[in-house]
T-cell receptor, first 112, second 118 residues
């Protein structure tokens, strides 16, 4: 059974700090790993990773995938209060209907 | 970018009634849509895969007679919660992939529907 585990489950830091969120996975026929940010409603897409060792970057956010060790990290530098959200990691298998299996999420709180 | 619209955004209903939730892809076609359920402070759990023109595929433990899915067209999927009970109260989110972006494109989510059954 496909499985995604995120850590930590909850994290509270001060504005300006750098945070690293972790995601480990087990999936049959891995296709991709995705990171989403969820505030009050629907998750919004951040990154899709398919290849090992290639960092994806968007502003203060970056992510990288290690397909040998089966994990990914999401880094956020110079955090701002607007970064407070639940960050979800999901993996997609190339089998079947390409559905996503989500981790439990990391609830990130940035205090001013 | 691809937009998925979900309606209603929230609904309150009495036990025993049925509720229909609509999911539309606004600027693209989707032969497949996915319905997720999310409990408070929990992650998204896939309920079923909605297939245009054929029956939905339900995940293990999801009652197909309870959660009726109809994918009537390439831009519309509906989820009907039949004979709702308080334990069905949850946040329901649909998602779809813009096929124009290819098989490897990310899923885009609707804004979700918060269902409260009294």
């Amino acid at each position: 059974e496909d499985k995604v585990v995120q850590s930590p489950l909850s994290l509270v830091v001060h504005e300006g700090d750098t945070v690293t969120l972790n995601c480990s996975y087990e999936v049959t026929n891995f296709r991709s790993l995705l990171w989403y940010k969820q505030e009050k409603k629907a998750p919004t897409f951040l990154f899709m990773l398919t290849s090992s060792g290639i960092e994806k970057k968007s502003g203060r956010l970056s992510s990288i995938l290690d397909k040998k060790e089966l994990f990914s990290i999401l880094n956020i530098t110079a955090t701002q209060t607007g970064d407070s959200a639940v960050y979800l990691c999901a993996v997609e298998s190339s089998q079947g209907a390409q559905k996503l299996v989500f981790g439990q999420g990391t609830r990130l709180t940035i205090n001013p | 970018g691809a937009v998925v619209s979900q309606h209603p955004s929230w609904v309150i209903c009495k036990s025993g009634t049925s509720v229909k939730i609509e999911c539309r892809s606004l600027d693209f076609q989707a032969t497949t849509m996915f319905w997720y359920r999310q409990f408070p402070k929990k992650s998204l759990m896939l309920m079923a895969t909605s297939n245009e023109g054929s029956k939905a595929t339900y995940e293990q433990g999801v009652e197909k007679d309870k959660f009726l899915i109809n994918h009537a067209s390439l831009t519309l999927s509906t989820l009907t919660v039949t004979s709702a009970h308080p334990e069905d109260s949850s946040f329901y989110i649909c998602s779809a992939r813009d096929q124009r972006q290819g098989v490897g494109s990310p899923l885009h989510f609707g804004n979700g529907t918060r269902l409260t059954v009294t």
